[in-house]
């Protein structure tokens, strides 16, 4: 079975430009998670989602950020304006049933904001 | 107090010895407990869930868990250089989202 997917693997910016975060949680599972993880803060929660319905996103930094699910099947988290110190490898996250369950994650964005 | 507490280390074993790693978490109710391998460039990986107190074994892993001391810790019996990694104990505070210790980073000399 397909674990979770995220694309792209690597994304390089400038510093303003809209960076775009995917991602195709495991089938089946209802819940989806974003992170982001950074050496001087290790892995925060951004956002999470039941149902496609966005459920805690109090770990969201600030407006710049914001995060989809349209289907059960695909997210997007979405940075506009990027920032130099929004360089993080992001990783998604699904589980089968909420946020007490075992999590799955994909194989992460490492995004870099020059 | 930090809601999950990992010491950084790193815990250095050697080839064949077990490596013990120990979680303290804050709150009390917390039901559901998970340790995370992470090697370095890569994402974390799901290694062990536990749920009620004591022993959970599986492969060269046990997970133990004490709900009164609010500890769950990690064994790695016959420890080999591919346990080198970092790894991360996670709780979800009264069922709230999942919070990841800062995670402990082992190192296995052959």
């Known amino acids: 079975d397909a674990g979770v997917i995220q694309s792209p693997r690597h994304e390089v910016t400038e510093m303003g430009q809209e960076v775009t975060l995917r991602c195709k949680p495991i089938s089946g599972h209802n819940s989806l998670f974003w992170y982001r993880q950074t050496m001087m803060r290790g892995l925060e929660l951004l956002i999470y989602f039941n149902n496609n319905v966005p459920i805690d996103d109090s770990g969201m930094p600030e407006d710049r950020f914001s995060a989809k699910m349209p289907n059960a099947s695909f997210s997007t988290l979405k940075i506009q304006p990027s920032e130099p110190r929004d360089s993080a490898v992001y990783f998604c996250?699904?589980?089968?049933?909420?946020?007490?369950?075992?999590?799955?994650f994909g194989p992460g964005t490492r995004l870099t904001v020059t | 107090q930090k809601e999950v507490e990992q010491n950084s280390g790193p815990l250095s074993v050697p080839e064949g010895a077990i490596a013990s790693l120990n979680c303290t978490y804050s709150d009390r109710v917390s039901q559901s407990f998970f340790w995370y391998r992470q090697y370095s460039g890569k994402s974390p990986e799901l290694i062990m869930s536990?749920?009620?107190?004591g022993d959970k074994e599986d492969g060269r892993f046990t997970a133990q868990l004490n709900k009164a001391s609010q500890y769950v810790s990690l064994l790695i019996r016959d420890s080999q250089p591919s346990d080198s990694a970092t790894y991360l104990c996670a709780v979800p505070p009264a069922g709230n989202k999942l919070t990841f210790g800062g995670g402990t980073r082992v190192l296995v000399k052959p």
């Open positions: 996250a699904s589980s089968l049933r909420g946020n007490s369950y075992e999590q799955y």
């Open positions: 536990i749920y009620s107190n």
